[in-house]
């Protein structure tokens, strides 16, 4: 998974720390790479790098990244390699000299990739999905621009752009949002037709000008100052001209507004707003929908408090205590100062690093009968780690509720997600995974159950491909499945991750 930013500001006016602010509120959507690129007098300027973006950019770097427009990016692998090559954003000096940085995940990419290598004849020189989109787009922008006589001035309709998209659209499959610097234009930004991956645009008006920015979330938009307008639409396009303004059109044939149900299980932050859902609502309302359902199946339950996984199993534990009517407590302390667990090569470490995270208060299980909750189980490395704390600490009876069904199928787009055979829930039935983790009842939330009550607005359709195995774009076949599960299993991720640590010693120099 990854988060994008893409911001014009005022004439003379230089966006960098605006960016880089951007970037941090969006740290929780990628944390393996961080890019930026700025456009100043026909000049581009990146950075980018492996690590967090406070390890990626250094006042040197700041001092360079000049101009009133430009595009961020952080990064999350979401199959195999994450190389420092594959940061982004990318660039392609022609037409214009365009550069693009984007999250999700393409279906069709070794079909474009051929696509690309072979009738275009361009080079392609990383597995990023980014690259292959960034190219396509310039290849479709190249030919409705090259009859184009430029004298002095570029001058391309942005009509041009649009029906660039629309074509790239129709050649393209998955879950996409981009957003793209066109040279002394501006900033194209555009969203699959499914809004699959959210993109959300604000704007703010300082000394009489306007200025513009797009973001993966709501909470970056608010953080850096500006007020949101609304949500890019599923297939839509909108371009902020390097001078202020902004041009909107949809750019697909049919539409289908199908967001992921797991950026409001997991993966967004709570003070986000997408497609008018607040994340935090929503994951109170799965809290509340799950404990009803505990109450149902266990009227007369002995539960002594409800006790989350931090950070994520917070808001859905905080309503359950409610419901159930228990004691919500804070059981276990989270290091801040360590990175997620979830890609770290190979299960042996990954095991380790749960300890490192999260350390028991003994005194909220000694003799109690605790509820611990977590937003999901993927794995189960996490859940089992701490079932067996808790019991090291005193629990009498540990319960486990996880506020999402069991995961079961792979997510193809844009969610960092292992191979299918190690996924907790692979081939097991609720009892048996209960078993593995150790729990003395384990509660899962129904897919009914978490389809409605995060649909705050009313009925409406959802990609929950990783719970149901069913692909919103439709044309995810097994050959391609089986291709995702060979690049994420642990030993391809081992590998990958080691050649990394070698390249990023090259690249922070
Ligand atoms: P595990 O079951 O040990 O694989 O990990 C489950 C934990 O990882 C849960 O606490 C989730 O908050 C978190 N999680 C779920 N999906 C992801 C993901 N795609 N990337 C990173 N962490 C995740």
Redesign the pocket.
């Known amino acids: 998974?990854c988060g994008i930013i893409g911001l014009v500001g005022r004439r003379g006016y230089h966006i960098n720390q605006l960016l880089y602010d951007g970037l941090t509120v969006l740290q929780h959507r990628g944390q393996d790479a961080a890019g930026m690129m700025t456009e100043n007098k026909g000049r581009y300027h990146l950075r980018k790098s492996n690590g967090l973006v406070k390890d990626v950019f250094y006042k040197r770097h700041m001092q360079n990244l000049l101009g009133s427009v430009g595009i961020g990016h952080v990064r999350?692998p979401t199959a195999g390699s994450s190389s420092a090559a594959e940061a982004q954003p990318f660039y392609v000096n022609y037409p214009f000299g365009i550069s693009l940085a984007h999250n999700g995940n393409l279906t069709n990419a070794e079909e474009i990739k051929e696509l690309l290598t072979g009738e275009y004849r361009r080079h392609v020189n990383t597995n990023s999905d980014s690259e292959l989109l960034l190219n396509l787009l310039a290849m479709e922008l190249h030919s409705r621009t090259h009859n184009l006589t430029i004298d002095g001035e570029f001058h391309v309709d942005v009509k041009t752009i649009f029906s660039s998209v629309a074509a790239l659209h129709k050649q393209i499959s998955g879950g996409y949002a981009c957003v793209s610097l066109i040279s002394r234009y501006g900033i194209l930004a555009f969203r699959d037709p499914n809004g699959i991956r959210p993109l959300i645009f604000g704007s703010r008006e300082v000394d009489g000008e306007k200025e513009w920015v797009v973001a993966s979330e709501s909470v970056a938009i608010h953080a850096l100052g500006f007020e949101v307008e609304r949500d890019v639409e599923p297939g839509e396009a909108i371009f902020l001209s390097s001078n202020g303004q902004i041009y909107t059109q949809q750019c697909a044939e049919e539409t289908h507004h199908s967001p992921c149900i797991?950026e409001h299980?997991?993966?967004s932050r709570p003070d986000s707003i997408i497609d008018g859902i607040s994340v935090y609502q929503a994951r109170l309302n799965q809290g509340q929908r799950l404990a009803e359902r505990i109450l149902e199946q266990f009227p007369d339950h002995d539960i002594d408090a409800v006790i989350p996984?931090p950070d994520?199993?917070r808001y859905a534990a905080l309503q359950m205590a409610g419901t159930l009517g228990v004691e919500y407590r804070e059981g276990f302390v989270k290091n801040r100062y360590i990175g997620?667990?979830?890609?770290m090569p190979g299960q042996a470490m990954?095991k380790k690093s749960?300890r490192r995270k999260l350390n028991a208060i003994p005194h909220e299980f000694k003799g109690k009968n605790v509820l611990l909750v977590?937003?999901?189980?993927?794995?189960?490395?996490?859940?089992?780690?701490i079932v067996e704390m808790a019991r090291e600490v005193g629990a009498n009876k540990v319960y486990f509720a996880s506020a999402a069904p069991p995961?079961r199928f792979p997510?193809v787009y844009g969610?960092?997600?292992?191979a299918v055979t190690e996924f907790?829930a692979n081939d097991k039935t609720v009892d048996e995974i209960g078993e593995e983790i150790g729990a003395d009842k384990l509660f899962y939330q129904t897919l009914e159950d978490l389809i409605e009550v995060t649909s705050i607005n009313g009925d409406q359709s959802w990609d929950a491909s990783c719970f149901n195995g069913e692909y919103v774009t439709g044309n995810v076949s097994q050959e391609y499945l089986d291709a995702l599960e060979a690049a994420r299993n642990d030993s391809a991720k081992t590998v990958n991750v080691l050649s990394d640590e070698i390249i990023g010693l090259h690249n922070d120099e």
Do not use: C, E, K, L
């Open positions: 998974m999350y797991f299980v997991y993966f996984v994520s199993g997620r667990t979830f890609i990954r749960v977590d937003d999901s189980i993927v794995r189960g490395t996490t859940s089992a780690q995961v997510n969610i960092d997600m292992p907790i």
